[in-house]
Nanobody
Framework: QVQLVESGGGSVQPGGSLRLTCAAS????????IAWFRQAPGKEREAVSC????????YYADAVEGRFTISRDNAKNTVFLQMNSLKPEDTAVYYC??????????????????WGQGTQVSVSS
């Protein structure tokens, strides 16, 4: 059974940092591209970042470029999202997702086969 478990969310002040972790089990992790999506109340789910299976391909949404960094540790079946300089508009539930893909990664949610349950990130003063 495939499981993706997010952790590391919480409440921070603007300008603060959080590191999200996505721990995967039940799949050949190094064969999957992994993405982070987020959904704020009343808004559609949007792609934040993704990383190809060999970590040579990455994508960042314009809203987070330069502030967030995605990385992966295939030996530990884990993907990280380092979030710096957080803004109130980053407040959302963050989800990780897995896509069996040979090359690159997609920012489209329909491409992803497996999803985690999400972790809440709240940024406010």
């Amino acid at each position: 059974q495939v499981q993706l478990v997010e952790s590391g969310g919480g409440s921070v002040q603007p300008g603060g940092s959080l590191r999200l972790t996505c721990a995967a089990s039940g799949l050949a992790f190094n064969a999957y591209a992994i993405a982070w999506f987020r959904q704020a109340p009343g808004k559609e789910r949007e792609a934040v970042s993704c990383i190809g299976r060999s970590a040579t391909s990455t994508y960042y949404a314009d809203a987070v470029e330069g502030r967030f960094t995605i990385s992966r540790d295939n030996a530990k079946n884990t993907v990280f999202l380092q979030m710096n300089s957080l803004k109130p508009e980053d407040t959302a539930v963050y989800y990780c997702a897995a896509d069996l893909r040979v090359i690159g990664c997609y920012s489209t949610s329909a491409a992803y086969d497996f999803w985690g349950q999400g972790t809440q990130v709240s940024v406010s003063s």
